[in-house]
């Protein structure tokens, strides 16, 4: 059943990536850091969220998507270079939720949580694309 539940929050972790892989880090990190939450002993691997070089890092990414968010165009030049590092930065994610507990099953779930993420931000990417071709 444990590793259900940890299998859970890799892969929510993954689909918030897919949307914003910066603002899932950032808020992580921050409520890792100021003790919003507390790990559980098999999430102690996401305590290197809460590191502050972490945070200031992803916190400066985020507002630099926000930004680039509102201009129409840069977003979805934003977004296609986002398709290859959300994924990653998604499954990366998941497998630091493990806490490496088997080399077989980080690579499931890196492959598993790439998906995800990838699925997530094509949704994303889709609808912006739409977006920025209508009237």
């Known amino acids: 059943m444990e590793v259900l539940q940890t299998l859970a929050v890799a892969l929510g972790l993954a689909a918030l990536s897919g949307y914003s892989l910066y603002l899932t880090v950032f808020l992580t990190g921050l409520a890792i850091h100021f003790d919003w939450i507390h790990l559980a002993p098999q999430y102690a691997s996401l305590s290197v969220l809460g590191e502050p070089t972490i945070i200031i890092i992803s916190g400066v990414l985020f507002v630099l998507e926000f930004f680039v968010d509102k201009i129409p165009w840069l977003d979805s030049i934003w977004d296609a ?3 290859i590092i959300r994924p990653v930065g998604g499954a990366l994610l998941a497998i630091q939720t493990l806490g490496h507990p088997q080399p077989a099953f980080d690579v499931i779930v890196a492959l598993l949580a790439g998906a995800v993420t990838f699925t997530a931000h094509s949704v994303k990417t ?6 920025n071709q209508s009237p």
């Not at 889709?126 to 977006?131: A, E, I, P, Q, S």
């Open 81 to 83: 270079i986002h398709t």
């Open 126 to 131: 889709g609808t912006r694309l739409m977006v």
